[in-house]
């Protein structure tokens, strides 16, 4: 008996994974986190108003969702004030980032992206054969001048960026992102993952203009909506590029509660205002508590903190493993110097308190070269 | 400004998608079916054990599903006397065929399957770059050694195989599913799609083996379990071949709520009997309601029965469309001499009862040579 081959592009694809899930963690530590700050989910929950949509469309789970999002899409059309033909919706942004990188990048094709910057997307590019060219961040940001000279340099079919940063929390003024629209070669795309801009300050998002076939934008469900786990999220673009994703999206993926959880989240404003203050007060308390440990936190328009242990990498992942051997889910940058930090995910105050008296005991051990 | 390029492959695919959905003919038409009866969805509804799940998980939405489905894949697991690393969790089988087509078809790869089998894979094997062959059904089933012979001809890296068959409902024993596996060529792969082999009767599943690195078998929780709108659905095979999914997959993509109903839905037994009951008596009705309009019903091992209309294609379409004109949703195979039949999925008496309404009007027009 003779197995299938896979073909050779899948064949020498590495079985590494983007992420290990909390609960994995869990399993392998067999002990629950006390805390779950490490994912950037929203702790403080979703809105009244998509629980509420969800149970009640619960006995409807037999029926597909429908496969065009019409009813989500009108509404998402309406808040952004564009036609509905320009918005896509899919499984989260990481799946629509899938389908992107699948329609725009063959094998051999290069890709630029920020060396540390969002592994799921890299995880694709190499999925799809895409060679990969990384720019280091700069001061801790993302650095659209030199993702564009690399993108010129090696004729990239598509840059990735995000604003605000995932991991570091940093961001660029919406100018800064408009001129790098302005300055995108001929043939490349700007996949503009704006995954946290609920959390940003007004001024970073630069205006949507699906008219521009030069970007497509990347927002989701899964953030400041609190709807991680029912995937969905959407990309916002010209409409041919938005078209092409039927070629190729999984048509019946994104399923009918979590339609109905996201149009319910949408129109519930008031709680997406209450998601923010929280998430603006949570992040004071985790700058405050790395104040109160004598460390610094970046200031972040995320709803996440990264926190400067004040060392390298090595001390910053004693700090990491310290905390989650104190049953503390928080993750950290991949990459140096950003690899000094820990990044802690905004919570309920109860979880930020048990981060605060977890951390000391991190850091004593990791200042002793233990651990 | 210049556009991205999307990759030659993607530019010379079209737009056209599997299925239309029933909402969007019900947008199309200003008017809601009163009896949903296309889409092989379990009207009957899911287990309440699975509602309550859903529901009592909704305000834990906020978190991302756990990317190994592990609470799942162990229940799973234990439910088939297999290894939990034979099975793999994805987003419905329509999730999982894109996932097994892009791991083993290259562009330009052979694939062979039977003329009006499941679009949706088609569409997987045109979207990877896929060469597909497709041979006649052959007595209103799918033809296994025709399958075989073309793979043998062909070179085909991949062969698929519904059973029972949709669109017909006709099925093979499991023997003769063994024997095809038997003879899978060397270096190929049979994919066996099992989505409603919960309502065939015993005997049709050959034992599950998944040492055997020849076959991946394909089941789903949107059928049998009525939760075709939260998107699940598994794979089982080899765990070399199950593993590199791992290297494709949208780890994230299963949501946890879906992961949740799922769960709940394995475990009650006793709804799924009831459920199997309810469909098996829904195709008697159906094909009493054919009886009692001088048409005859294909024998169905699925949870929809083809009925022959007595005609020709265009005739069928005609009866398919005058239904749909009184509010009827269903759905009709794509293929001379299947097109002969329209397919009616089981449902609720007194949804059945207004397709037996609706039928003998529908078939007056037709046999008028008008609509």
């Known amino acids: 008996m003779t197995g299938p081959r896979l073909t050779p592009l899948a064949a020498a694809l590495p079985a590494t994974v983007p992420f290990v899930g909390p609960e994995a963690q869990e399993r392998a530590r067999a002990r629950p986190f006390i805390a779950r700050l490490g994912a950037n989910e929203l702790g403080f929950g979703p809105s009244p108003a998509a629980v509420a949509a969800i149970a009640g469309a619960a006995a409807e789970a037999w029926k597909y969702g429908d496969p065009q999002a019409h009813d989500l899409k009108q509404a998402l059309a ?16 990481d799946g629509l980032l899938g389908y992107l990188v699948r329609l725009l990048v063959a094998p051999g094709d290069a890709v630029v992206t920020s060396d540390g910057a969002y592994p799921t997307f890299n995880f694709h590019v190499a999925g799809h054969g895409g ?61 503009l993952d ?14 949507v203009d699906t008219t521009d076939p030069r970007v497509i934008r990347l927002r989701t469900f899964s953030k400041a909506h609190g709807l991680a786990g029912m995937r969905i999220g959407y990309a916002i673009g010209h409409p041919d590029l938005i078209g092409a994703f039927d070629k190729v999206r999984n048509h019946f993926g994104v399923g009918r509660l979590a339609q109905a959880a996201a149009l319910a ?49 090595s001390f910053a992942r004693t700090v990491l493993n310290e905390l989650i051997a104190r049953d503390i889910f928080v993750r950290m940058p991949f990459v140096a110097p950003q690899d000094r930090c820990i990044r802690v995910s905004c919570g309920p105050a109860e979880e930020l308190d048990r981060f605060a008296a977890a951390l000391p005991g991190a850091l004593t051990v990791a200042s002793s070269g233990a651990g």
Do not use: K
């Open 78 to 93: 309406a808040h952004h004030g564009i036609p509905p033909e320009t918005i896509t919706v899919g499984e989260g942004i």
């Open 265 to 313: 989240s949408l129109r519930d404003t008031a709680h997406l205002a209450t998601t923010q203050d929280r998430v603006a007060a949570a992040r004071d308390r985790i700058a405050a508590i790395a104040r109160d440990n004598a460390l610094s936190a970046l200031p972040s328009a995320a709803n996440f903190v990264a926190v400067d242990c004040g060392g390298d990498g």
């Open 194 to 207: 704006e995954a946290y801009v609920e959390f940003a300050p007004e001024g970073i998002a630069p205006p």
């Open 131 to 191: 060679q990969l060219f990384r720019v280091p961040y700069r001061e801790d940001r993302e650095d659209p001048a030199a993702l564009l000279a690399e993108a010129g340099a090696v004729g990239a079919r598509l840059i990735y960026l995000a604003n605000p940063d995932n991991p570091m929390g940093t961001w660029w003024p919406a100018e800064a992102v408009s001129a790098t629209i302005d300055a995108i070669p001929d043939g490349c795309l700007l996949a």
